[in-house]
């Protein structure tokens, strides 16, 4: 599907694929399955029946199973990024987040990340995290690479790469469920707007930020929303009470109609010459980890959290509705009483009219008995919707010489760790200061003092060599940690023993991507 990938070994190139699940009849492949060495099936619970202790070979098996490290050649062609280290550890089973990294391959280029975090279901998120790059790609490419690509569908000849991905293999499965048609409607609007477009371009390779990312990021974001509600309004015409689905229609998790039911945040960056722009949509977050010139490492929020704890967000949602729902709209700080995120994709229970939902209810019985608990039932208090935006919120930064990495993370991560902690940790990893110098006690220091000093930098460590992987080094220490800086191997196997049942009172899913940034030679 206009990409290519340079997974783990080698580089494959595909053919162009159109396909699109609104036409087709054959029902795409299953979402593909993380690792989940711990609480499905390889450990065995029973009531007052305690298992044994962890390994520490064993933790290390579980932390690691979904790493992945990737570096970026040197020079322009990296846009300021040396490589970047990833992680998920699930909680849900399946588990709902996703991981996306790829590279713009025509035009002005770029490196994209993004991290996913579903709920209501993993569908929406696996589609997003497929589907999203490709229209942030259509949005910032010239309008005459535009046109010479609608003229080499045309005429049925191959069609370049627009991404190259860097994955790992059990993230997703190649192509998938990208619709193409959708994605080409989208470009073809763009050149039937070319009037607009064509002076911004002409001096694009002069200017250094015209709003021209920022704006892009935005119309990619919100037309793949769109996209999602319309392919699944459309599948909806095709239903009818007298109806019979096709055999695994319902239920296949790639159905328009269950994506659209599901839905999830996004957290994306782009970063090109140099610029580094976040997108963000929902409680994701970027921060940026910058080395002072005395070695301190200081944490900066390049994105903000669109829930009830943001002020701003929540005038903006009142202001959007009536005073007489204001006692209504926003209840229990969740969205009508639900939802905790104020913006994100699919999640068309927030979205579409009454009408429109009670029509899903009422003629796909088959589709409501395998969607999540909280998509079944009608919204108290419905009444002026759309409840819920898919708008990101754009930050654009220039990268400078201190702006050592940034760390993209689903709430999971920032729901056990403050971000100051994420990047102390990082940076201390990055710069190997926990192996530098002899520890020289203080007037005041007793024996006993020292000796805690010695076994606390003993274990950062030896955690640090445990651990290349920047990502798996936080996930350790969000898990293990100790109250103190360091990890503590009880706490650390207990919380990795926890049933899939049990696992999610504790902790969300979690996915991590710690990129570390290059400045380039302007």
Known sequence: MLG???????????????????????????????????????RKYRMGEEAGPMSPAQISRILKANEYNHTLPRGPASHGVLGFHSNMLPSNHPGEDRRSSATCLPGRGGVLFGVFDGHAGPACAHVVSQRLFYYITVATLPLRMLAELEQAVEEERAVPPLLEWHKYPQDHPDGGVSSFHSLRNYWQERLEDKDEEEEEEEEEEELED????????????RRLDYDI??????????????????????????????????????????????????????DSR?????????????AVSLSNDHNAQNPDELQRILGEHPPSEWRTVVRHDRLLGLLLPFRAFGDVRFKW???????????????????????RTSTMHYLTPPYLSAQPEVTRHRIRPSDKFLVLATDGLWELMHR?????????????????????????TTLGGLQRLLLERKGRVLSVLE????????????LGDDGYGSVAPNRLAKMLSLPTDLARRYRDDITITVIHLNEVDL
Do not use: K
Request: glycine residues 10%; negative net charge.
């Open 229 to 282: 509600s319309v392919e699944a309004q459309v599948h909806l015409s095709m239903s009818s009470p007298r109806r019979l689905s096709l055999p695994g229609e319902g239920l296949s998790l790639t159905s328009p109609l269950r994506v659209a039911l599901s839905g999830c945040t996004a957290c994306v960056t782009h970063i090109s010459n140099g610029i580094l722009h976040v997108a963000n949509l929902g």
């Open 4 to 42: 290519r990938t340079g997974a783990l070994s080698g580089r494959c190139r595909f053919e162009l694929q159109q396909c699109c699940y609104l036409s087709s009849s054959v029902p795409p492949p299953e979402l593909p399955r993380l690792h989940y060495p711990a609480g499905s099936g390889s």
């Open 467 to 478: 651990d290349q992987n920047a990502s798996t080094h936080l996930l350790r220490h969000a």
């Open 353 to 375: 009219s009454e009408e429109m939902l009670n029509r899903v209810y009422e003629t796909r019985p088959d589709l409501m008995s395998v969607v999540s608990e909280a998509v």
């Open 420 to 444: 100051q902690t994420v990047v102390q940790l990082v940076g201390e990893q990055l710069t190997g200061l926990q192996q530098q110098g002899p520890i020289i006690p203080g007037a005041g």
């Open 286 to 298: 970027a921060v940026l980890g910058v080395q002072e010139s005395d070695g301190s490492w200081s």
């Open 210 to 221: 015209d709003g021209r990312v920022t704006s892009a990021l935005i119309s990619a974001f």
